[in-house]
């Protein structure tokens, strides 16, 4: 097959599946792995709507987050660097509030390998599934309307309960960070429940892989000025350090 013919087609299938994974490309074309990787930077290059990540690339939508599956896979690294110096601010005894995000999933690995003693509040089956077995944990699963492109639970029920759960440190990320419109989510679901884990917490953390910056999403989450600290791997630029340090915010660089 031709460059331009086996482009064609992987553009097909971004535009089909929304996402696509490097191992999977090369496996259905039976070409080498660095060969698909340029095809996704031609592709990429030319739309903007279309972002390379490690291991794939995924067409950026208006009302939707990538798989859920694709963004467990993607920016591993990148999740590993910031759970590993959130996992610092865990104490022994303390009540955390984890969102379904992926980020967040890989701190969740963290505590299961711990031995810390600390209750876990969380709607996601991802991170249950990754807590349930460790026996020092006292895991409080929030019950509602399951939705599997975030593996957790939603709705009036999940805000109902909760609503009457309160937390020592809360961790979530979001779709996209933006200087006017602060912490902002594709889901309206999504965004009611860090919303109120957020509100229910006394100490509020944020955490972020770099592509999340610069982008408005249509939901907003809360305000910038309610965080308390930002961990993420990227060197941030002078208006989100200024914007930060206007907002109280500490700034953690995960190295």
Known sequence: MLSVDRINAIKQILQKNNSVTVADLADKFLVSSETIRRDLQKICDEDPMTIKVHGGAYKILPDADPPYAFR?????????????RAFEEIDDGDYLMLDGSTTTLYLSKLIA?????????????SIINELI???????????????????????AISLQQLSELFAVKCFVSCSGIDIDNGITHNSEEEAAIRRMMLKNSRNRYLLLDGNKFGRCKAHKIIDL?????????????ARWDKLFKANSIELVRCE
């Open 72 to 84: 467990a896979g993607s920016r591993i690294e990148e999740k590993k660097r910031i759970a590993m």
């Open 113 to 125: 390998a711990a031995s810390l003693h600390v209750t876990v509040i969380s709607n996601s089956t």
């Open 133 to 155: 077995t460790n026996e020092n944990i006292n895991l409080i699963g929030i019950g509602g309307r399951y939705t599997d492109a975030t593996h957790s639970f939603v709705g």
């Open 225 to 237: 000025n309610t965080i308390d600290k930002i961990f993420t791997e990227m060197d941030v630029d």
